[in-house]
């Protein structure tokens, strides 16, 4: 007798729990295809002129013994680096 009346309180628990479940799976199935909590896409990876830019630049800086060498090959990479859409 006591197992059959804890059988329908728990029948009953879970006919008024089932609205509640079915509501959150429609709302997690939502955001699942809205793409909601999801991470954004990582950024493009930085173009190498500006890498080889940044390296000549380092090198240009510790020359602290008069004009660097290097200054030309600077400026190119610099406006190479800007043309294939990288931030010097």
Known sequence: MIVVAAGILL??????????LFWLLVVLCVMAALGIGQ??????????SCQLYREAAK????NTIGRCNLQHEVDRLFQLCLREGGKP
């Open 59 to 62: 090198k240009c800086a510790a």
């Open 39 to 48: 991470a954004a896409p990582p950024p493009p990876p930085e173009p190498y």
């Open 11 to 20: 029948a009953l628990l879970i006919l008024r729990a089932l609205p509640v």
